[in-house]
């Protein structure tokens, strides 16, 4: 008898650690101790708070509930702080012919087109080949080298390190994007010499601004949201 109460204690004890380290209530205040996972690691922080009263996003637009953000209405989401060198760690999901993106640096809210870098979130699945507007493109600019991304209603996992002019993306395990944001000097131009819709050279963006999650007028998710910075 006494062995079995001693397993299921056990089993209680493991439950708890992965539902509390990398699992989607996953919060830095609930990392237990010893655990190693990129949320629970020195130096990284929930990018937004359980209230969003660090963010700007219109009434009613997104909603962050048991650790998932959820765009609910229309308009855009955005921090309100400022970050320059940073890693950014999430996980996202998208139903069927979803198009969004993640914002980074982002000079001007108004104009987060024309001022900050979009890595693209899309509904690109079983895709043989990937460009410029599909999942985990630098929007207009650079395509991933692969298509890694999984069909919609499933999780995604996403890192994003932007340091200096260099930008690196991990999608699901795997490097899909190496960048050097000074190869891109002229406007509307990327160095293949294919056109972008850019009126400043991405070499010219800004290297500090805010980050956003998109609102394209689709259902889209995200939990999971760490930042680092460099």
């Known amino acids: 008898m006494r062995t079995v109460i001693a397993q299921w204690a056990v089993l209680l004890v493991v439950t708890f650690w992965l539902?509390?380290?990398?699992?989607?209530?996953?919060?830095?205040?609930?990392?237990?101790?010893?655990?190693t996972l990129p949320c629970c690691s020195a130096g990284w922080n929930d990018l937004l708070a359980e209230d969003l009263s660090n963010a700007?996003?219109?009434?009613?637009?997104w909603t962050?509930?048991?650790?998932?953000?959820?765009?609910?209405?229309?308009?855009?989401?955005?921090?309100?702080?400022?970050?320059?060198?940073?890693?950014?760690?999430?996980?996202?999901?998208?139903?069927?012919?979803?198009?969004s993106g993640v914002f980074i640096r982002t000079g001007d809210i108004k104009?987060?087109?024309?001022t900050g870098i979009e890595?693209?979130?899309?509904?690109?699945?079983?895709?043989?080949?990937?460009?410029?507007?599909?999942?985990?493109?630098?929007?207009?600019?650079?395509?991933p080298s692969k298509n890694v991304m999984k069909a919609?209603?499933?999780?995604?996992?996403?890192?994003?390190?932007?340091?200096?002019?260099?930008?690196?993306?991990?999608?699901?395990?795997e490097q899909i994007i190496d960048?050097?944001?000074d190869d891109w000097n002229i406007a509307g131009q990327n160095p293949d010499g294919k056109k972008?819709?850019?009126?400043?050279?991405?070499?010219?963006?800004?290297?500090?601004?805010?980050?956003?999650?998109?609102?394209?007028?689709k259902k889209v998710w995200y939990r999971n949201i760490r930042i680092k910075q460099l």
């Open 19 to 35: 539902s509390s380290c990398g699992g989607p209530c996953c919060t830095q205040a609930t990392c237990p101790t010893g655990c």
């Open 56 to 61: 700007i996003s219109p009434t009613g637009s």
């Open 64 to 99: 962050l509930a048991e650790g998932v953000l959820e765009r609910v209405g229309k308009g855009s989401l955005w921090t309100r702080d400022a970050y320059g060198d940073f890693v950014l760690d999430l996980e996202f999901k998208v139903a069927e012919k979803t198009n």
């Open 111 to 114: 104009k987060s087109v024309q």
């Open 119 to 143: 890595i693209q979130v899309f509904d690109s699945f079983g895709k043989e080949t990937v460009g410029t507007h599909d999942c985990g493109a630098v929007y207009d600019c650079l395509a």
């Open 152 to 173: 919609a209603g499933q999780w995604n996992s996403m890192t994003i390190t932007a340091k200096g002019s260099l930008l690196k993306i991990v999608m699901n395990g």
């Open 179 to 181: 960048m050097d944001l």
């Open 196 to 217: 972008n819709k850019f009126k400043l050279a991405l070499s010219a963006f800004p290297r500090v601004g805010q980050i956003g999650f998109q609102d394209h007028g």
